[in-house]
């Protein structure tokens, strides 16, 4: 019967392997959801400052500090599905290349250059 209990582990190490990859699959698509809805949000921050400015003027402080809170809440919790998914591809000894399968938005705030100025010579 040792043959048997061979056969069962094997069974039982597939099964696993294959409930890792699901878990893995949902967890990397719940973590594209919630970057998803970050970008929404800053997305939504950027067309109030847009439209603002287009009408003369600056985004209300109120309307400004809600958006705000809405962009790093959703980015937060991308955030912390992204390094739960990470841990998850480290665990399952899956790891990728960062943002190979995932978002390209930069994690860190782009710094911007100033404006060219013309200057005659």
């Known amino acids: ?18 409930q890792d990859v699901f878990d893995e699959g949902k967890l990397r698509l719940d973590a594209y959801r919630a970057r998803e809805q970050a970008d929404k949000a800053a997305e939504a921050l950027g067309y109030a400052v847009f439209r603002a400015a287009d009408a ?40 990728e290349p960062p943002h190979a399968a995932g978002s390209a938005v930069p994690t860190a705030p782009v710094q911007q250059s100033a404006p060219p100025t013309d200057s005659v010579s």
Do not use: C, F, S, Y
Request: no cysteine; charged share 35%; glycine share 8%.
């Open 1 to 18: 019967m040792a043959i048997w209990d061979k056969v069962k582990e094997g069974i039982d190490k597939a099964g696993k392997a294959a």
């Open 56 to 95: 003369g003027g600056d985004l209300a402080a109120d309307a400004r500090d809600r958006l705000m809170a809405a962009l790093r809440a959703q980015d937060e919790e991308a955030r912390r599905m992204e390094t739960e998914l990470a841990a998850a591809r480290a665990a399952n000894g899956t790891m």
